[in-house]
């Protein structure tokens, strides 16, 4: 089955710096990979996502890179505000007999103001 | 729109008692998954239902069994709760038949095994 590996598993940095999730995933046949963020006792909210067929998608300070032949995709986000501190999960599916979600364990991200 | 609701939000069950957890949707949505999120370990599937009357085993299934009631509702029984089962549920719903496909969550439930 697919496997998906998150890092860093923690990463602080100051206010207005950016910040950088790197993920990469086992299954070739993956197509569709979104990312997460949960607050503290919170459900996941998706922040954005990228199908196989695009190498980068942007959204304001958020943007996602994947490299398919690397098998990895990775998250940026620029101009960091204290309220994007929380956690973060990207996953993957779409592969070969595989019809729901794998999550990586997740990036804590604290944005010292 | 509710999106997707849960309940109950907390329950504390002893060792070998049974429960439901419940998850209902009003997006129309067809596929519908339940997850387990433990500290420091993800989300891990559990089961899901790519469509009304269909249901499969994820990752992690055994202790749990799972009803498709309706396209709207598809809950989460616990036969004998173990402690090992103390975690965070969520439920989760997808317009397609599950592959490729944005899923939105619900608030989540507290369980604590004792």
């Known amino acids: 089955g697919e496997n998906v590996e998150q890092h860093p598993s923690t990463l602080s940095v100051q206010e207005g710096d950016s910040a950088v999730i790197k993920c990469t995933y086992s299954?070739?046949?993956?197509?569709?990979f979104p990312w997460y963020k949960q607050e503290l006792g919170k459900r996941p909210q998706l922040i954005i996502d990228?199908?196989?067929?695009?190498g980068e998608k942007k959204d304001q300070r958020i943007a996602v890179t994947l490299n398919k032949t690397a098998k990895h995709f990775s998250l940026h986000i620029t101009e960091t505000q204290p309220e994007d501190s929380a956690v973060y999960f990207c996953?993957?599916?779409?592969?070969?007999?595989?019809?729901?979600?794998?999550f990586g364990s997740g990036t804590r991200l604290q944005v010292q103001p | 729109n509710a999106g997707v609701t849960q309940t109950p939000k907390f329950q504390v069950l002893k060792t070998g008692q049974s429960m439901t957890l419940q998850c209902a949707q009003d997006?129309?949505?067809?596929?519908m998954y339940w997850y387990r999120q433990d500290p420091g370990m993800g989300l891990r599937l559990i089961y899901y239902?790519?469509?009304?009357?269909?249901?499969d085993k994820g990752e992690v299934p055994n202790g749990y069994n799972v009803s498709r009631l309706n396209k709207r509702e598809f809950s989460l029984r616990l036969e004998s709760a173990a402690p090992s089962q103390t975690s965070v549920y969520f439920c989760?719903?997808?317009?397609?038949?599950?592959?490729?496909?944005?899923?939105?969550f619900g608030p989540g439930t507290r369980l604590t095994v004792l």
């Open positions: 989760a719903s997808s317009p397609g038949q599950g592959d490729s496909d944005t899923q939105y």
């Open positions: 299954d070739s046949a993956s197509n569709y």
């Open positions: 990228i199908r196989s067929n695009v």
């Open positions: 996953a993957a599916s779409g592969g070969t007999g595989r019809r729901a979600l794998t």
């Open positions: 997006m129309n949505h067809n596929s």
């Open positions: 239902s790519a469509s009304e009357g269909t249901t």
